[in-house]
């Protein structure tokens, strides 16, 4: 116990997530593999005493192994939050954008606020191959299909526009990026931003791109009250994604399961024990 060590009960400790990867084909072969596990790391948040997490998701290296080679930016990010959580500068912003309440869900689009958005604005990340030509958000239907789906920025909101009306696109990304809710899929009952292996595009405050501003980090929540019949609600607290304790997702219930603080992570088999269903 590094506390006990050091004679410190509150020792501060930050986590770093997992940055972007593209390069094990049998993990990168599903697209939601990576972004799990980035979320279940940030459970660490929900632990005693700890007090920061770096996202690293628009650092990575095509090719290149998981812990990327593209440090600087990181190493910026952590001592932004050392100098401001452990040494008190207040006058130093220190976490990029997050969600600072529910998703507004209107018959015409969904709005997404943030805090931390000072300057809110779309860049491509390291290395990337074709930045911001695709979106970073995607939509969730409650038959499982995801439909990835542009988005515009004002001020601190990002707002992505539906189509309620049946559409001879069904539920596919228009022309103009707007997604076609046919009646059959109804409204979308997620959203989820840079989840995949290696997004191309982020959101960040402040200034320029991944070396200088601060990006938003990966997220997955639902975007109405209630979940699909077919799925169930799994709280996430306030410690993870956003700054809302009834932040959720909606966990498929045949493919996946609710683990507290972790989110909806795929299922195992039944005769373990790990994680429940609310």
Same mark, same amino acid.
């Given at each position: 116990d590094w506390r006990a060590k050091f004679g410190s009960p509150m020792l501060p400790f930050f986590n770093v997530e997992l940055a972007a990867c593209n390069s094990y084909p049998t993990i990168n072969s599903s697209a939601i593999v990576w972004a799990p596990i980035r979320q279940a !790391?940030?459970? $660490?948040l929900s632990l005693p005493g700890t007090s920061g997490f770096i996202t690293a998701i %628009? #650092?990575?290296r095509s090719g290149g192994a998981v812990h990327s080679d593209v440090k600087q930016p990181v190493g910026r990010r952590m001592a932004l939050q050392l100098l401001r959580k452990v040494y008190g500068r207040t006058d130093i912003i220190a %976490?990029?954008? !997050? =969600?600072?309440r529910a998703p507004l869900l209107t018959p015409t689009s969904i &709005? =997404?606020? $943030?805090? %931390?958005a000072n300057n809110l604005h779309?860049? &491509?990340v390291a290395n990337a191959v074709a930045g911001c030509a695709v979106s970073p958000f995607e939509l969730g239907f409650a038959n499982g299909t995801w439909r990835r789906a542009k988005a /515009?920025?004002?001020g601190t909101t990002v707002s992505i526009a539906l189509l309620t009306a049946a559409s001879p696109t069904g539920n596919h990304t228009t022309a /103009?990026?707007?997604v076609a809710a046919s009646a059959a899929s109804q409204f979308p009952t997620e959203v989820r931003y840079a989840w995949e292996g290696f997004p191309q595009c982020a959101i960040y405050a402040g200034t320029g791109g991944y070396a200088t501003a601060l990006p938003a980090a990966p997220f997955r929540v639902a #975007?109405?009250? *209630? +979940?699909?019949? !077919? *799925? !169930?609600? +799994? =709280?996430l607290g306030n410690v993870t994604i956003s700054a809302y304790a009834t932040a959720a997702q909606c966990c498929d219930q045949e493919l996946e399961v609710c683990v507290p603080f972790g989110g909806c992570q795929a299922a195992i088999p039944e005769s373990s024990s790990v994680g429940s269903r609310e």
């Amino acid at each position: 116990d590094w506390r006990a060590k050091f004679g410190s009960p509150m020792l501060p400790f930050f986590n770093v997530e997992l940055a972007a990867c593209n390069s094990y084909p049998t993990i990168n072969s599903s697209a939601i593999v990576w972004a799990p596990i980035r979320q279940a !790391s940030r459970s $660490f948040l929900s632990l005693p005493g700890t007090s920061g997490f770096i996202t690293a998701i %628009d #650092v990575g290296r095509s090719g290149g192994a998981v812990h990327s080679d593209v440090k600087q930016p990181v190493g910026r990010r952590m001592a932004l939050q050392l100098l401001r959580k452990v040494y008190g500068r207040t006058d130093i912003i220190a %976490d990029g954008p !997050s =969600l600072a309440r529910a998703p507004l869900l209107t018959p015409t689009s969904i &709005k =997404l606020s $943030f805090r %931390d958005a000072n300057n809110l604005h779309y860049e &491509k990340v390291a290395n990337a191959v074709a930045g911001c030509a695709v979106s970073p958000f995607e939509l969730g239907f409650a038959n499982g299909t995801w439909r990835r789906a542009k988005a /515009t920025i004002a001020g601190t909101t990002v707002s992505i526009a539906l189509l309620t009306a049946a559409s001879p696109t069904g539920n596919h990304t228009t022309a /103009t990026g707007a997604v076609a809710a046919s009646a059959a899929s109804q409204f979308p009952t997620e959203v989820r931003y840079a989840w995949e292996g290696f997004p191309q595009c982020a959101i960040y405050a402040g200034t320029g791109g991944y070396a200088t501003a601060l990006p938003a980090a990966p997220f997955r929540v639902a #975007v109405a009250a *209630q +979940c699909a019949p !077919s *799925q !169930s609600r +799994c =709280l996430l607290g306030n410690v993870t994604i956003s700054a809302y304790a009834t932040a959720a997702q909606c966990c498929d219930q045949e493919l996946e399961v609710c683990v507290p603080f972790g989110g909806c992570q795929a299922a195992i088999p039944e005769s373990s024990s790990v994680g429940s269903r609310e």
